[in-house]
């Protein structure tokens, strides 16, 4: 398939446009972003530096054809996320390509990751379609009859402002579209500035799955420039957001009493007790730390092991780390370069700082470029950086603990609150540690993750605001509405009880 020929509406050489009211364009300012391999720093494009005229254009686009997708038929509305699935799935493999290319993601991954998003817009299809309101009757409360009867159903917000992240840039990004679209509302999506291309082709895929112009728009744009402007902009009804927890709290407080979804940062701890299974332990932990070289909020970030069985675990995931495949995502390497150099070294900060505190360095503490080798620290310490701090990179540390109630403390002290896991083979204790964790997940014998994507998401603390997951998304982007029906005496059949 020429992907090119496919899609060339978005681009023009190596310049690609943003989407507004049906149409691709380029921004006023005249400024572009470059965008760069973070394996090769090959060139791969320029997005449009976007002005907040570009922006204000956009949100008038947005708000003007709220009306019209709402008062679309739900099976409509519903057919259009259908075939947009449907064209995800066809061209899944150039577009997790491109993706590949701009964020260094391994290729199987990156085309997985478009294949997901299809099955999330399916699903939301299936969900959306399911919508229905309630009726109640006044007489179930004292001291009303059934001449009051209460129908709610649930309308749109409005013009819901979807920004994703680079590290899923698409799949994260539609996860919050698709349930915006079937709700009924409008969308502007603002893609992160570094994983910027690959979410413009969700622009040319719900176009062509026959999305009304207006309806769907996208910005490009530094967040220095438009993000304030955007989030703060009285247009937008709702905001939904995936990033880091400073930049959650920022925009928190930029956007007032706007309705907002927040996925930020996490800390996920792994309780290891001394009955657990190890085996299962190792290729958990191993996989859920340095999948996508750590570039996960839900990423396995530290490990908590009980004393009889910290030595064996350490060596064996100290093994497991070291057969590591390391090099290009285009082989499918699972450890690839992170994001940006500025990235790499916040990481190596942290592993400074460790082994300057009396960490033990059991392997890694490698760089080349942007890529960071695995490293595995043990004996790490609770006055260390690497204990609090999300590197957002492959490295992990051990912090030897002597019973489940310090590793509760220990969890719990962190700012953040996503996920936690114990492994144990002792169900009755991992479900009393689990209501002593303040996350939002608690995984039992298995690695942090988000999915399945019908599954409440959320987090507490610093890691988030709000639940996703399908159907509570379609929930937190619309609202009931009540209308209240009084009927008059004149309309009334009597009927009375005869003993």
Not at 246 to 268: C, F, I, Q, S, Y
Not at 396 to 422: D, H, V, W
Not at 466 to 490: C, D, F, H, W
């Amino acid at each position: 398939m020429n992907e090119i020929k496919e899609f060339s509406p978005m681009k023009d050489g190596l310049n690609y446009k943003y989407y507004i009211n049906g149409k691709w364009n380029v921004s006023e300012s005249g400024d572009v972003i470059a965008i760069y391999n973070p394996y090769s720093n090959e060139l791969i494009g320029y997005v449009q530096g976007c002005s907040k005229k570009d922006a204000d254009e956009v949100i008038n686009s947005a708000k003007e054809n709220v009306d019209c997708w709402e008062n679309t038929p739900l099976e409509e509305r519903v057919n259009v996320l259908r075939r947009a699935a449907d064209l995800m799935l066809k061209w899944a493999e150039p577009i997790g390509r491109i993706l590949m290319q701009e964020i260094g993601k391994p290729l199987k991954s990156a085309i997985s990751e478009i294949r997901r998003t299809a099955d999330i817009f399916y699903a939301t299809a299936d969900a959306g379609s399911q919508i229905v309101g309630e009726t109640i009757m006044g007489d179930s409360f004292k001291g009303f009859t059934k001449d009051k009867i209460s129908m709610t159903y649930r309308v749109p917000l409005g013009v819901i402002l979807c920004i994703g992240p680079f590290n899923y840039p698409f799949n994260l990004t539609g996860s919050k579209i698709a349930p915006a679209l079937v709700a009924g509302n409008s969308v502007i999506m603002k893609p992160p500035s570094e994983g910027a291309i690959t979410p413009l082709y969700l622009g040319v895929i719900l176009e062509k799955a026959g999305i009304p112009p207006g309806v769907f728009n996208i910005i490009t744009g530094r967040g220095s420039e438009i993000g304030d402007y955007l989030t703060g902009h009285p247009k937008i009804d709702m905001i939904s957001f995936t990033g880091s927890s400073e930049t959650g709290r920022h925009l928190a407080k930029v956007a007032g009493m706007k309705p907002l979804l927040l996925e930020l940062g996490g800390k996920d701890a792994a309780i290891v007790l001394d009955d657990a299974d190890l085996e299962l332990t190792t290729k958990a932990i191993v996989k859920g730390a340095f999948s996508f070289s750590g570039q996960r909020c839900t990423a396995v970030k530290r490990v908590l092991p009980m004393p009889r069985i910290a030595d064996l675990l350490v060596e064996k995931v100290t093994k497991e780390v070291m057969s590591l495949s390391i090099g290009d995502p285009a082989e499918n390497k699972v450890i690839g370069p992170l994001i940006n150099s500025k990235r790499c070294d916040f990481v190596q900060g942290l592993i400074d700082d460790a082994l300057s505190k009396g960490a033990t360095l059991k392997c890694g503490n490698r760089r080349e470029g942007n890529i960071m080798w695995p490293t595995i620290l043990d004996n790490v310490t609770i006055d260390m950086r690497i204990a609090w701090e999300e590197p957002f990179g492959p490295v992990l540390p051990f912090i030897r603990i002597r019973s489940a109630e310090e590793a509760i403390e220990i969890s719990n002290k962190s700012e953040y609150g996503l996920q936690g896991m114990i492994f144990t083979n002792n169900i009755d204790l991992a479900f009393n540690i689990a209501q002593e964790l303040e996350v939002g997940t608690v995984q039992i014998n298995g690695q942090s993750e988000r999915g399945p994507d019908h599954f409440p998401f959320l987090g507490t603390k610093s890691s988030g605001l709000g639940t996703q997951g399908i159907k509570y998304s379609i929930e937190a982007m619309s609202r009931p509405k009540v209308v209240v029906m009084n009927l008059s005496e004149k309309g009334k059949l009597i009927h009375e009880c005869r003993g």
